[in-house]
């Protein structure tokens, strides 16, 4: 049975483009990072990857090549290792919500990269650890941690059809999302589409 959201999400995102990728490769991404990821993030981004929504984010893929996530998550995770947390003050501190003493990336317990966005100044991450029920979602965004106590297919459903998830340049309220395939290989052609037209003002289908 899907989550509520997900269902959500497919809803806006429409039909798939490709077939969905089948689970092996889902098992090769969690055995080269070395943990599981979250149900309802591997089926959006196996239906739907590689794509960029709205200009403004892509949902990688778990086949091999240029828009590999776990690539991705890798690279990024060892990037964000390198900065110093040391002594800084944060408004919202992940390491207080998830009961860890330091700042960890890209491993159980600590912050995972989820979706690459067009602005460098933010990121998407999801958390897991034994102190929180399930995942959650932090987004962080001109030097801060923004909080969201909610699995990645609620959090993408509340950016596409409300805006209101602390990333800049939100959609248009109830706006169709856009999509644009990111090519595999430079034979690959691209090409843009939209989801059905959502109806519905924001926040009217509730949780």
Sequence with gaps: MEFPYLARVRFLLGDPWRPEVVTEAWSAVESELGFALPEDYKKILGLYGPVELNHRMDLLSPIPGRWNVADWIGSTSRAWAEESWEGEVLETDPRASLGISEMRFGQRGGLIPSVPTTVASEIVFMANS???????????RDYEFYEYRMNFSEWLYQYLIC?????????????AVELRSLPMSESDSVRTWYGPDPGRECGSMGK
């Excluded at 034994?130 to 962080?140: E, M, N, S």
């Excluded at 805006?163 to 706006?175: H, I, K, Q, S």
């Design 130 to 140: 034994p102190v929180i029920d399930g995942w959650w979602i932090y987004v962080y």
């Design 163 to 175: 805006g209101d998830v602390v990333l800049y340049e939100p959609p248009l309220n109830a706006r």
